[in-house]
C-alpha cells in the first residue's frame, strides 16, 4: 500500500486532492471500492465516475474536473495504471540458488535461480538475476541477458541468444529446426540443416507454447520490446521488428519480415517471404497473401452468419465470375436498347 | 469379459436374447466379430445389422425388432456403447506414491500418485486419488481436486484451481499471463500484471498443448463438464459454460463469455469481449466477430475450390461493392425504359 | 571441408573445372564467398551468376555452360544442396549413455543416448543410436525405432510406435486421448476411450507441440516420409500417406485420410471423416469441409484488402443471394422488352 504523494513521486502526474489518502491495489472504476485506485482510460466511460467508490482516480487532463476524488492527472492514464498495478504486484521470483536436481554445466552468477530438474548445457551464458524455471532445457552456448525469466518447461535449443528482460512462458519453445526440405523426383524429402538462430530482443515477452525456429542459414531475429502471445508459430528466418505486438495462434511463415510497432490480431496469417510495413495492424483471422507497404489496418475475413443465411449467401462463392459476366452481358444488352 | 445380463445388472438396458452371452470389447458394426458388443447408433446404418458377425449388439427401442443378435436396448446406444468402452478399458493409472525424483513441497494423501521429476510447491493442496505424471509443475497455492489426472508436462502456475475428475494432457499450460499490455505513447508496452487465476470446473478434460491463461484482475473460468481439445488457446477472463466442447485449434480472446452447452468447431476462433448465447453452435474455421444472443448454428466459413476456380471467382471480392453498384444501375436504367 | 572431387565422389553430379577447389559450406548465390559452394535451383536466377562470388556452384544440366566457375552440374540442384549441406552439417548429436537423473525401466542399447530427467517406464523397446533428449516421456510398451531422435521435453503416450530415424522436436505430444465422447440427453459428455495407437513410419520429421491424437479403437497411422511442421494438431484415427507435408499450424480432424505426396499449407484445416486423394496441393489458409478426390492445387481462401476496401465489399457477402436474385430479375424483365 502506498500514499497518493508517495505514488506520484514514483511515477509523476498530478496529484489533486488528499495526498495522505492510501491505495492498496488498482481496479476498474465500476468494481473499486475502498483503498482502490480506479483509472479512467477513456473519456466515453466518464458518467461512470459519478458512482464510482474507489479511493482515488488517475484521469487525463481533459478529465480533471470531471471527479472531485482524489485524483493523479497524467497524459495516459491506461499506461500508469500499468504502471501502478506493476509497484502492486511485483513479479513473484523464487530466490536465487541452483535446485540440487538441476544439471547445470556452466558457472552462473550467484543472483541467478534454476529450478528443479532443468538442465543448462556446456557454453551456455546465463546473465546476472535470470530466473529459470523447474524443467527448462537451456542448450549448448545459448545466451541469456541479465533479468530474463523462463517459466516451467521452456526449451530453448542450441546456440539461441535471449536478450535482458524477457518472459518466456511455459512450454515456449526456441529454436527448433525451421521446416526446411529439398523434395526429390520421387517425392521424398531431403532434410536441409538449419544453422542459423534465434535472436530475441530485450524486453520480449514470449507467450505458452509459442514456438520460434531458428534460421536456415542465416538467422530468426525477434526485436526489442516485441511481444508474443500464446501459441504462436514463428518459421526460420522471419524478422519482427522492434515492439510489435502479435496476438495468439497466429502463423508467420518462412523469411517474412514484419516492421515496427505492427499489431497482428489473433489467428492472422502471414506467408511467406513477404515485407510487411512498420505500424501495420492486421485484423484478426486475416491471411496476408502479399507484401503490405504502408501502415494502415488490413483486413481480409469472413462475417459469420446463422447457417442458414451461410448455405444461402455462401453457395454464390463459387459463381461469382458467372455472376459479374451476367452484370458485363446486362450492360451491353440495354446499351443496345438504351444507348446513353 | 462380461456376460450380457452382467453389463445390463451395472448399465441398465433391456436385454432380448440370451443373456449368457459373452462380450470382451467394443467395436463398430462393420468390424465386430466373436466376443463383440456392436452398436448401432443411427438408424441410418441399420442395413448394416444384417451381416453384422457381433456377439451382441446395442440398439434403440424403434430398432429392437430390426436384428435377431442377441442385443440391449437402451435409449442412447452411442452413451451406452461409451459406458461399456469405459468399463472394459478403464484409466491406467499408475500405482499410488511419489517417485524418489519428484520434489514435493507440501504433504499428500497417501491415494495421490507423482510421477519422476514433478514438482509440487509450497501452499499445494492435492485431493484424493490424484495422478500426476512425470515432468509436471504445480505451482504455489494451486488446488487440484480428487481424481484428477494430470499427463506429462503439464504446468500449472500459482494460485490456479482445478476441480474433481479433470484430466490434462501432455503439454497443457494453466494459468500463464494473458496478454496484457498498456500502450505507449512511442508504441512501447507496459506489461499490466495479471493477478486473476483460472478456476476450472469438475469433469473437465483439457488436451495436449492446450493453453488457459490467468485473468488481468478476476479470473479465469472454466466450468463444469467442459471439453476442450488439443492446441486451443483460451485467453484472460474468458468464461466458459457447463458442458460445453470446443475442437481443436480454437482461439478464444480475452473477456468473451461462451454459454453452456456450445459446441465449437475445429479452428474456429472468437474475438474479445463478445457474449455466445447457451447452446449456440459455431462452424469449423468460423471466427466469431459479434455477440450471438440466440440458441443456434453459426457459420462463416469458405468453400474449397480447385485454384482455377477460387482464382476466376475470387477476384470478384475485391469488387462486390462495385458489383452491386452495377446491379442498382441497371435497375435504375430498366426503370426508366419500362416502368413497373 | 571438401575438394570438389571428393564431393562428387560422394554425391554424384558431373565435376566442371578445378577438381581440387576447397569448399567449406553452402551458400546462396546472392551472398557466397570465397570457400562457398553456391546453386542455381531456379533458371531465372541465372543472371546472378554473374557476380557469384562462390568458390564452385552446383547447377542444373541446361545451365552448365552458364558460368565459368567451377562446377557441379546434376539433375536436381536444390537436393544436391540439401545434401551437401547434410555433410557440412551433421546432427550434432550427445554421446551414447544414460544421464543419471534419467528414470529407465528397460533395458537399452548401449549405442543409446538418454538425456537428464527423462522417463522410460516398463515394456518400452528403444532401437539402435536413439537419441533421448531431455525432460522427454517415454510411454509403457513404447516402440521407437533405429536412429530415430527426441529433442528436449517431447511426449509420447504408452503403447505408441516410432519409426526409423524419425525426428521429433521439442514439446511434441503423441498419443494423447482422440476428442472422443458421448453426448446425453442433458448435454452432457461421456468419455469414449482412447484404446488405439499412434503409429509413425520412418524417416518421419514432427515439428515442436505438435500433437497426434492416439486413435479411438484402431490406430492413427504417419506413414513414411512423413514430414509435420510446429503446432499441428491431427486427430484420431487420422490417417496421412508416405512423404506427405504438413506446413505450420494446420488442424486435422479425426478420421480423415490423407494421401501421398500431399502438400497441406500452414494454417489450413481438414474437417473429419474426409479422403484426399494423392499428390494434392491444399493452399494456406483454406478449409476443406469436402473429399478431395482427384491430384491438383485447392484453395479456399481470403484476399486481403485495407480495412476500408474490406468494409466496403464484404458488407455484400451477406447478401450475395440478393444481388444472385436481382441478376435474374434483371434478365426476366430484359427478356421480356429484348427477347433474344
Not at 97 to 109: E, M
Not at 194 to 223: F, H, K, P, S, Y
Request: net charge negative; hydrophobic share 45%.
Amino acid at each position: 500500500m502506498l500514499r497518493l504523494d508517495e505514488l506520484v513521486a514514483r511515477l509523476g502526474g498530478d496529484l489533486l486532492g488528499d495526498p495522505a489518502v492510501i491505495v492498496r491495489r488498482v481496479a476498474t472504476l465500476d468494481q473499486a471500492g475502498e483503498g482502490d485506485l480506479a483509472f479512467l482510460a477513456n473519456r466515453k466511460y466518464a458518467s461512470r465516475l459519478g458512482d464510482c467508490q474507489a479511493s482515488a482516480v488517475i484521469v487525463a487532463p481533459d478529465a480533471r474536473e470531471l471527479t472531485t476524488l482524489p485524483r493523479i492527472v497524467t497524459a495516459d492514464p491506461y499506461v500508469y495504471f500499468a504502471r501502478v498495478a506493476q509497484l502492486f504486484s511485483p513479479p513473484d521470483n523464487p530466490p536465487a540458488g541452483l535446485h540440487q536436481t538441476a544439471v547445470v554445466d556452466v558457472s552462473v552468477p550467484a543472483s541467478v535461480s534454476i529450478g528443479p530438474g532443468s538442465t543448462i548445457e556446456a557454453g551456455a551464458r546465463i546473465g546476472e538475476n535470470v530466473v529459470i524455471g523447474p524443467g527448462c532445457h537451456v542448450g549448448r552456448d545459448v545466451v541469456i541477458g541479465d533479468g530474463s525469466r523462463l517459466h516451467a518447461a521452456v526449451t530453448i535449443y542450441h546456440g539461441c541468444v535471449i536478450g535482458r528482460d524477457c518472459v518466456l512462458h511455459a512450454g515456449a519453445v526456441i529454436g527448433a529446426d525451421g521446416f526446411g526440405f529439398a523434395r526429390e523426383r520421387d517425392g521424398s524429402w531431403v532434410k536441409i540443416p538449419q544453422t542459423g538462430r534465434v535472436v530475441i530482443g530485450d524486453d520480449v515477452e514470449v507467450g505458452a507454447n509459442t514456438t520460434i525456429d531458428r534460421g536456415a542459414l542465416d538467422d530468426t531475429v525477434i526485436g526489442n520490446g516485441v511481444k508474443l502471445d500464446n501459441q504462436i508459430q514463428i518459421a526460420h528466418n522471419v524478422r519482427i521488428g522492434d515492439k510489435t505486438a502479435v496476438a495468439g495462434c497466429v502463423g508467420i511463415a518462412g523469411s517474412t519480415t514484419i516492421g515496427a510497432r505492427c499489431m497482428i490480431g489473433g489467428q492472422a496469417g502471414i506467408i511467406g517471404h513477404l515485407v510487411i510495413a512498420d505500424d501495420v495492424v492486421v485484423s484478426a483471422g486475416t491471411l496476408v497473401t502479399k507484401s503490405i507497404r504502408r501502415a494502415g489496418v488490413y483486413t481480409g475475413n469472413l462475417p459469420v452468419q446463422s447457417h442458414l443465411d451461410w448455405v444461402k449467401n455462401f453457395a454464390h462463392l463459387r459463381h461469382l465470375d458467372d455472376m459479374a459476366a451476367r452484370i458485363r452481358a446486362l450492360e451491353q444488352r440495354l446499351d443496345k436498347i438504351d444507348p446513353a
